[in-house]
């Protein structure tokens, strides 16, 4: 599934925007657990994806995408970071996420994701 590198929060960024999944899946622990919460998958039941096989399929979905991300807001300190994202695919419709990333050991072990898109 690849080599686990450090985290870094430019090159985390930078490749979000650069819809890069390979190199964000770089930057997650072998036992690392996303938990998304949206409309879809509301807070008391959210998605949880365990390992870096099911987050690497979010990921790929996820920048797969025919649409535009772009990384506001982001802070970070030794245990961990947070940022907002702004998106927006072709037709115009707009999609914000907000993460929370917990680290363990220099990689991600946790994060926690908020979306919310426009209605159609």
């Known amino acids: 599934m690849g080599t686990i590198t450090s985290f870094d929060l430019d090159r ?49 979905d996820t920048y797969g995408r025919d649409m535009t991300h772009k990384v506001q807001h982001r802070v970070s300190d030794e245990a961990g970071a947070a940022y907002t994202q702004a998106c927006r695919y072709p037709d115009g419709t707009n999609v914000l996420c907000a993460t929370v990333i917990k680290l363990d050991g220099g990689t991600i072990a946790g994060q926690t994701v908020l979306e919310v898109w426009d209605e159609a």
């Open 12 to 60: 985390f960024v930078r490749a979000a925007e650069d819809r890069d999944a390979a190199t964000q899946l770089s930057m997650y622990g072998s036992d690392a657990v996303v938990t998304i919460a949206n409309k879809i998958s509301q807070p008391g039941s959210p998605r949880v994806l365990r390992g870096r096989e099911e987050i690497s399929a979010w990921l790929e």
